[in-house]
């Protein structure tokens, strides 16, 4: 019987649709390279590698012995320094109560999705798994459409576009998510930009999920607006999902966090999320979330830390973003995290000659003939079509670019945090010089394409 076959036989029409992630393909052509003995600049995985800061790290050693179930909510500490920590960042008292702890955000995501009514509005482009999810759970998916030329962001005419199609297709958009800073795109939302998308999540009754999960890694203050700060996460049908994986570099420990709002509305979805989560994955791993406490505290450390990894991450996207512009592709300034997205599309002559037609090509092309790895721009739900912007474009992770090895990581990597806290000291990356030339390079093959 061919695989189809079997999966109508025995799968559920929803989960046929799942696929294992997008990152897999790359992951087997990097793994293949190395294998033949060839070097890979590795821009494909957004997994955050600094050391652990050190407190966090023994408060996890410590706790190792711990092996009992914690409550699904997840620990009293714990969830008291989130709300802290949480009511600190968005200027407005947060209960612990109105916190829940979970093996990462990813898993409170896929429940949020499959508990809440109605069709989701995403940004285009979003990370990977918000579409599988969303399908998954049997909803329909309307893209809001973005354009590089205003840093992807997402504006009222957007917005009201998005809205009016889905009801004129019959749909029933009741939940908006949005990332800022952005994966894949580096971007963070303005003030202004908040302002519009909260208006519009009030005006039509739409739940918005702000996905906050690298809001530490912020570049400048102007893009450090988060939809529930002023009060909005006590008043509007807003949820924040966070976790330990991006700033603290600890996602394989997973653990993630929900704030629900102070609200009839957060109390009836925070009730279901716990009834979800105590037939489904129970609670986090206990050590984990006793380190995580400490990741989360608000103390001069961790404040620190904090500082050392925004100040590392912003370092190395900013001189990638100018090397990528310096070789003539549209790429937007980066605003946070660790994500440089540019579009190759002024190279869209060569690219044509060459016989590269999408974005899943140009990440072929890049890692066969280049030995660079990058995401395409369709994993993160970008158009194939049309001249300009997604069919060309490249997301590209910078956070590999610190240590060769696990090894590295500790022997090299508190002193490359160190850096940035002293006066002019040098924040030495040679992965990134050798990505840099790489990327020349092959720019310079494209260039030289009759
Ligand atoms: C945008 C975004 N949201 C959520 C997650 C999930 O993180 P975790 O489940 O580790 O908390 C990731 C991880 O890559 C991400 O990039």
């Known amino acids: 019987m061919g695989s189809q076959t079997l999966a109508n036989e025995f799968l559920t029409e929803g989960s046929s649709k799942l696929r294992l992630s997008a990152t897999l393909e790359i992951n087997e052509r990097v793994q293949e390279r190395l294998n033949r003995g060839k070097q890979v600049v590795h821009l494909g995985f957004g997994e955050a590698t600094f050391p652990l800061q050190k407190d966090v790290l023994e408060a996890h050693r410590v706790a190792s012995q711990d092996t009992s179930y914690v409550s699904v ?10 709300a802290q920590f949480q009511s600190r960042r968005l200027g407005c008292p947060i209960s612990p109560k109105q916190v829940v702890i979970a093996p990462g955000s990813k898993p409170l995501l896929f429940a949020l999705f499959d508990i809440l009514r109605g069709d989701v509005m995403l940004p285009r482009p979003s990370w990977v798994s918000y579409e599988p999810q969303v399908v998954h759970a049997g909803k329909r998916l309307f893209w809001v459409e973005t354009d590089e030329e205003d840093r992807h962001t997402i504006t009222e005419a957007s917005l009201n576009a998005t809205y009016d199609e889905a009801v004129a297709e019959g749909g029933d958009p009741r939940i908006l998510l949005i990332n800022s800073p952005s994966n894949p795109t580096g971007q963070a939302f303005s003030e202004a930009t908040i302002e519009i998308i909260t208006r519009f999540c009030r005006k039509q009754s739409i739940t918005l999920i702000s996905d906050e999960i690298y809001s530490d890694i912020c570049f400048t203050k102007e893009f450090q607006m988060s939809a529930c700060a002023n009060g909005r996460i006590n008043t509007e049908q807003t949820i924040l999902t966070g976790g330990l994986s991006k700033t603290y570099s600890a996602g394989g420990w997973r653990v993630g966090f929900a704030v629900f709002p102070d609200t009839d509305f957060g109390a009836t979805v925070q009730r279901t999320v716990l009834a979800y989560a105590s037939e489904c994955w129970s609670a986090a791993s206990a050590p984990a979330q006793q380190a995580a406490a400490v990741a989360f505290g608000i103390t001069p450390a961790m404040d620190q830390y904090r500082e050392q990894v925004t100040a590392v991450h912003q370092h190395c996207t900013f001189r990638l973003y100018l090397a990528l512009k310096d070789c003539g592709l549209a790429v937007p ?25 999408t974005s899943l090509e140009l990440s072929r092309w890049l890692i066969e003939e280049c030995g660079i790895a990058a995401l395409p721009g369709s994993v993160f739900g970008e158009s194939d079509t049309g001249i300009r912007g997604g069919r060309y474009r490249l997301r590209m992770a910078t956070s590999y670019l610190y240590f060769r090895d696990q090894e590295e990581r500790y022997a090299k990597g508190y002193e490359l945090l160190q850096c940035t806290s002293k006066e002019g000291t040098e924040i030495e990356l040679p992965l990134l010089d050798e990505a840099i030339a790489a990327l020349k390079m092959a720019l310079s093959k494209l260039n030289a394409v009759r």
């Open 73 to 82: 909510a997840g620990l009293a500490t714990l969830r008291k320094n989130v």
């Open 333 to 357: 300034e980066p605003k946070g995290a660790f994500y440089v997205y540019p579009s190759f599309h002024p190279y869209a002559r060569q690219l044509e000659a060459t016989g590269i037609h």
